[in-house]
């Protein structure tokens, strides 16, 4: 009994900062995720595979998307975008608020090419650039939402954080804020 009144505090802080830990992003605007992505693409994953990096320390996702249009950027009909973590065998790896696709999920992704020279594109903003189409309540017109669980939104000014609620609205509200980021980006 003496042994678990001493380890019990111990296992509790453990279990604590286990549970607490998660991503924390400083939240980018549509018009920050369109500067920084060299394409924004609205595209359906076709399917997806996991594989080590080559020094066998990371495991990476990788899907295929058919591209159904470009909002920014040229690109090829089939695009293969990398995620960090996924499993690999026996083994997993996950990242707080990083979201994986599968077959048949619609996206409109803000990305830009991947350090490797394996051209593949990554995901702006780590899961910000990630806006999943969702079917729409009314059953007219699509939503789209970048907003994931486990993320923290840092607010550099007041110096605080909060839960990355992400930005929920129509398809079409964003295709418009997109398309007005670039005529600010071409005024520049």
Same mark, same amino acid.
């Given at each position: 009994?003496?042994?678990?009144?001493?380890?019990?505090?111990?296992?509790?802080?453990?279990?604590?900062?286990?549970?607490?830990?998660?991503?924390?992003?400083?939240?980018?605007?549509?018009?920050?995720?369109?500067?920084?992505?060299?394409?924004?693409?609205?595209?359906?994953?076709?399917?997806?595979?996991?594989?080590?990096?080559?020094?066998?320390?990371?495991?990476?996702?990788?899907?295929?998307?058919?591209?159904?249009?470009?909002?920014?950027?040229?690109?090829?009909?089939?695009?293969?975008?990398?995620?960090?973590?996924?499993?690999?065998?026996?083994?997993?790896?996950?990242?707080?608020?990083?979201?994986?696709?599968?077959? &048949? +999920?619609?996206? !409109? #992704?803000?990305?830009?090419?991947?350090?490797?020279?394996?051209?593949?594109?990554? @995901?702006? *903003?780590?899961?910000? &650039? +990630?806006?999943? !189409? #969702?079917?729409?309540?009314?059953?007219?017109?699509?939503?789209?939402?970048?907003? @994931?669980? *486990?993320?923290?939104?840092?607010?550099?000014?007041?110096?605080?954080?909060?839960?990355?609620?992400?930005?929920?609205?129509?398809?079409?509200?964003?295709?418009?804020?997109?398309?007005?980021?670039?005529?600010?980006?071409?005024?520049?």
């Amino acid at each position: 009994m003496r042994f678990f009144k001493r380890i019990f505090p111990f296992a509790l802080a453990v279990i604590f900062v286990l549970t607490a830990s998660g991503t924390t992003i400083v939240p980018m605007s549509i018009e920050r995720l369109t500067h920084a992505s060299t394409h924004v693409l609205v595209a359906q994953a076709t399917g997806s595979w996991t594989q080590w990096n080559a020094e066998h320390t990371m495991i990476f996702t990788f899907t295929k998307f058919k591209v159904s249009r470009a909002l920014k950027g040229q690109a090829a009909s089939e695009v293969v975008v990398k995620q960090i973590g996924g499993r690999a065998g026996a083994y997993e790896q996950k990242v707080a608020g990083v979201r994986h696709w599968q077959s &048949g +999920d619609e996206a !409109v #992704l803000f990305v830009h090419p991947s350090q490797s020279p394996d051209g593949t594109l990554v @995901v702006t *903003g780590l899961m910000q &650039g +990630d806006f999943r !189409v #969702l079917p729409s309540s009314n059953g007219k017109e699509k939503m789209v939402s970048n907003g @994931v669980l *486990g993320v923290e939104a840092f607010n550099p000014q007041q110096g605080t954080t909060e839960h990355f609620s992400g930005s929920r609205m129509p398809i079409t509200r964003l295709e418009s804020l997109v398309q007005d980021a670039l005529v600010h980006e071409v005024a520049r």
